[in-house]
């Protein structure tokens, strides 16, 4: 579990995030969403140390982040997996190489026990047979199986995820998405997803975070979402949920334009 408490975070003088707290369940998929400026990616890289708060605590299962010395935060980032937004592939490695690098980088392990851990964590997201191949060769979508078996090579705690159906079509999305649900119950993680897809929202939002201009406005889970007062929030919902409609029936249908009433 994260616990994020009462977090301020300012650039040059302007508040990105005012006294934000949030729990983050262990075993969960944790959604943070709101509009693009909002704070939820400050959010997100004030948890994992990318950005450091003026003022609060982060606690990870209890351990509080910020008054760790330099030895104890590299401890920790040894139990913390990312997923970024553009995969972050190295283009020289082939599959089988990038899943490994975490692997050489941060364990003791031999070359037998560290491809024997690749190959274990590239067959779990089904990618068993591409281990040969390089990121150029292989689509976004499996890219993206790449980056999440990277990620789990370590057997981390916790996960954090930024976007990471940007840039994917809404079927792939969608797989890459219970792929995530998926990991993140059978190996009991805190996994933290910063999205804006509200397809996400509705599929795998067990715990959401709502930030609106710094602030955390609304928690709750996919089941409430639609019951919310929140004003902002359902602007939000609403807004997003429809533009992805059209986007998909674009898709979809091969139209260039969107649909529009005849009547």
Not at 195 to 221: A, C, P, Q, Y
């Amino acid at each position: 579990m994260i616990e994020v408490k009462n977090i301020t975070k300012s650039f040059d003088g302007k508040t990105i995030l005012h006294d934000v707290s949030a729990t983050f369940y262990t075993g969960k998929t944790n959604l943070i969403i709101g509009q693009s400026g909002s704070g939820k990616t400050v959010l997100m890289k004030s948890i994992v140390g990318l950005v450091t708060p003026e003022q609060g605590e982060i606690l990870y299962d209890g351990r509080d982040f910020l008054k760790m010395d330099s030895r104890q935060v590299k401890d920790l980032r040894k139990e913390i997996g990312m997923l970024f937004q553009g995969s972050a592939l190295f283009d020289s490695e082939t599959v089988l190489g990038n899943v490994m690098f975490p692997l050489m980088m941060f364990t003791s392990m031999t070359q037998g026990e560290m491809l024997d851990r690749a190959r274990f964590c590239l067959e779990r997201v089904n990618l068993q047979g591409a281990e040969n191949k390089y990121p150029s060769e292989i689509s976004g979508g499996m890219q993206k199986r790449v980056a999440i078996a990277r990620a789990i090579a370590l057997n981390p705690k916790y996960l954090f995820c930024d976007e990471p159906n940007s840039g994917l079509d809404p079927r792939t999305s969608i797989l890459i998405d219970e792929l995530l649900h998926d990991i993140t119950h059978e190996y009991n993680i805190t996994t933290i997803i910063n999205t804006h897809d509200m397809n996400s929202v509705l599929g795998i939002g067990e715990n959401i975070v709502f930030i609106n201009k710094g602030r955390r406005e609304w928690i709750g889970d996919k089941k409430r979402i639609f019951t919310t007062t929140n004003e902002a929030l359902n602007d939000f919902v609403f807004a997003t949920r429809l533009f992805q409609q059209v986007k998909d029936y674009i898709i979809s249908e091969g139209h260039t334009n969107p649909p529009h009433d005849t009547d």
